[in-house]
């Protein structure tokens, strides 16, 4: 039996599931589907050697526990025929109708993101799954089924497979699951996906968690005895769970933020389930009676729901033992929505007669995607980033109105959150009576007040720098295009001149209109003074586009008296240079290394064939190398390279340290430094949330083995949490 089998379900299993579910579902119809999707795939098999069919039914066993329809289900089944045989969505519309058809074609789409391609890409595929899931919601709640199936058997993938698929779990699917309030599919992606991005650091919290597992089970027992003794007279049906956090949820606490098990409060957790919200609200006033609370840890989610639909009482209290654990109180109904998120719509019939009320939950799609129609195309994956975030914070309003942020918010961000006007019209802020910075962080339960002026008034471009969140941006950035078009032709045009002279781009002024031109075709717009005006409000920001101009002009403009080209040969040149490297197919050539990924001796490296400036040189996982060579646009202008035996050069690189904030760390850092005789090129430092501190060093040393003494010298230094090499 290949390994990972045992994460697999055959079609038998999932009959059996359907069967025994409360819901009802049309079998003949499902059994159709499988029977089409078994003839399609055929002998297909899956990296593991499992037999590819496989797949779709396992997929499908994941969305009947979680509730899911026949429509879905039959998707489920069918979701790879499309992209993977010889079936068309037309067959499938035909056979199915068009609704399962939709969720299978909404599907195949979000397969084919390429989140490992180049960012425009990527945001523009990004853009393609918020529109499918803005259309059905079960087509993104089929695809974090398949994301789900695929993680546990990924290990038959190579590594760097296994890291990608884990990255994009982190940044994109998993804050989705959460959004949606899918608690067991956000969770297990999350752990999975800290098992391949660090795996010493997942097997050592599971190997201390394995340890205390005895301790804990019957330390959970006892509170749970003592809840059920308190209440059964007092509150009917009262049911009591005990739980551990989960793996990740222990990580970002120990390893990012600089915590030891010990001092993670909420490492255990007891949930009780009751019948009624005035239940819950006693029950908590009895669980304050058993046990002491701590202060400052209490959170009301039931009068003030998360976005993600989630209800619930939450408290941190310390038992006799000294220990301290958390305790959750909720209905049935908010323990649904707890773990099933908008996928309880379908597990237990919520809400549906309530279609208004279902369309509520699901409009921060559709506002996410408003907010992204003007921005730059490399801006959306970070805004969606930024909106998607799994911390939030909850401010009021002077009337008691409740606006929930994303962790980071300014005061400009609530002014926009309440209304376009409020940030037009902006000129301050009072942060609980208070007068705060335009740049102030708001945090959770402080009543924010916006200061306006009664009439005109208008943002500062400044602020675009400032905000958070892609909706303040997007509505910035709307009334300079509406309302300042004549300003931002000018600002655009000065930031073109302003760029051009910083990349040395001397031309005429048709030259300059010829090449003005290629950025205009490339984003679209009619006519020069769109583009400078786009420019001018920030709907295109140049510096990205400013390397492809560069080229393009040295191309265009610039003689080059001898051009480069590869010299074939049975038995190639190689040529050394001061800087180390060896590349072959070259004699005597310039070569330079680049500043995008600063390559170190000991580095996998790569030539590439410049216009006009010989040869410049990556590392292999530089992000503007491409993954697959041989198919990208010019494979010819890629050259093996390789470092030198006896490199006797100094090279620059910049490390990032992160550690716990404290006074004399930055004097600790440069004196280590300083006694390994290590030149400091520049630094900047920042301070980060829970008391942290972000330092840059950029750093010269004389490779990858030096390197490696200066960070193992430095995680010495007390208050290291990380360093890692940017």
């Not at 069919?53 to 025929?81: E, F, K, N, R, Y």
């Not at 030259?511 to 717009?525: I, Q």
């Amino acid at each position: 039996m290949p390994k990972g089998t045992i994460h697999y379900q055959d079609y038998e299993q999932l009959v059996e599931m359907l069967k025994k579910s409360e819901n009802s579902f049309d079998m003949e119809l499902i059994d159709k589907a499988y029977q089409l999707a078994l003839k399609a795939h055929g002998d297909q098999r899956r990296v593991s050697g499992v037999p590819y069919i496989l797949h779709p039914t396992s997929v499908a066993c994941i969305l009947v526990d979680m509730g899911m329809d026949t429509d879905s289900i039959c998707a489920a089944l069918l979701h790879d025929v499309v992209e993977d045989t010889d079936v068309t969505y037309e067959d499938v519309k035909k056979e199915f109708g068009v609704d399962i058809a939709n969720l299978v074609d909404g599907v195949t789409k979000l397969a084919k993101i390429p989140y490992s391609s180049r960012e425009d890409q990527q945001a523009e595929n990004v853009r393609k799954m918020l529109i499918a899931m803005s259309n059905d919601i079960r087509v993104i709640i089929i695809k974090l089924a398949d994301r789900l199936h695929n993680m546990r058997t990924i290990e038959c993938m190579r590594e760097q497979k296994r890291r990608d698929k884990a990255l994009e779990n982190m940044e994109i699917f998993a804050p989705i699951a959460h959004r949606l309030g899918i608690r067991a599919i956000k969770e297990e992606l999350e752990d999975l996906s800290i098992l391949y991005l660090d795996p010493v650091g997942y097997h050592e919290i599971e190997t201390a968690l394995a340890l205390t597992k005895d301790g804990r089970d019957a330390f959970i027992k006892s509170i749970k005895d003592k809840i059920i003794e308190k209440t059964k007279n007092l509150i009917p049906d009262v049911r009591v769970d005990g739980r551990v956090k989960s793996i990740n949820g222990i990580y970002r606490k120990t390893y990012m933020r600089g915590k030891t098990i010990e001092q993670i409060f909420d490492i255990f957790a007891v949930r009780v389930i009751v019948n009624t919200v005035n239940d819950c609200y006693n029950a908590l006033g009895v669980i304050h009676e058993i046990f002491k609370p701590i202060p400052n840890r209490f959170k009301d989610y039931i009068s003030t729901p998360k976005p993600n639909m989630y209800r619930s009482l939450h408290t941190t209290v310390i038992g006799e033992e000294g220990i301290p654990f958390e305790v959750q109180i909720r209905t049935w109904e908010m323990h649904q929505t707890a773990e099933y998120g908008i996928a309880a719509h379908w597990k237990y019939k919520l809400g549906l007669s309530k279609k208004d009320s279902f369309e509520d939950k699901i409009t921060w799609i559709r506002k996410m995607l408003e907010n992204q129609a003007d921005d730059d195309n490399t801006d959306i994956l970070r805004n969606i980033k930024t909106d998607l975030a799994q911390e939030d914070v909850f401010v009021f309003t002077p009337k008691g109105d409740i606006i929930d942020l994303p962790y980071g918010s300014t005061v400009i961000d609530v002014a926009y959150a309440i209304h376009t006007a409020v940030g037009n019209r902006m000129t301050g802020a009072k942060v609980n009576g208070k007068i705060v910075p335009i740049d102030y962080n708001v945090k959770t339960g402080e009543i924010v007040e916006i200061l306006t002026k009664k009439e005109g008034g208008c943002p500062n471009r400044d602020w675009l720098k400032i905000v958070k969140t892609s909706e303040a941006r997007s509505k910035i950035r709307q009334w300079f295009k509406k309302e300042k078009r004549e300003e931002n032709i000018e600002t655009g045009k000065m930031e073109i001149e302003r760029e051009f002279k910083h990349a040395k781009i001397v031309l005429s002024d048709s030259e300059m209109a010829e090449l003005v031109n290629l950025v205009l075709k490339k984003k679209g717009y009619p006519n020069v003074d769109d583009l400078y005006a786009a420019i001018g409000y920030g709907g295109v920001q140049l510096w990205k586009m400013m390397p492809r101009i560069k080229e393009e002009y040295l191309k265009r403009y610039e003689p080059v008296q001898t051009e480069i080209k590869p010299v074939i040969s049975e038995k190639p040149k190689k040529s050394r240079v001061s800087s180390g490297v060896i590349v072959d197919g070259f004699d005597d050539v310039l070569i330079k290394l680049a500043m995008c990924c600063k390559p170190l001796p000991g580095d996998d490296i790569i030539g590439f064939i410049t216009r006009g400036n010989g040869v410049s040189i990556h590392k292999k996982s530089c992000s503007n190398i491409p993954r697959d060579i041989e198919s990208c646009e010019q494979p010819e202008r890629y050259i093996q390279a390789s470092w030198a035996q006896d490199v006797n050069e100094s090279f620059q690189t910049t490390l990032e340290i992160l550690s716990n904030d404290r006074t004399g760390l930055i004097a600790d850092i440069t004196n280590q430094l300083s006694a390994m005789h290590i030149f400091i090129n520049n630094m900047d430092s920042k301070e980060s949330k829970d008391d942290l501190a972000i330092m840059h060093f950029s750093i010269t040393v004389n490779g990858m083995d030096h390197l490696r003494g200066v960070i193992s010298r430095l995680s010495n230094v007390k208050g290291v949490i990380s360093i890692s090499r940017q």
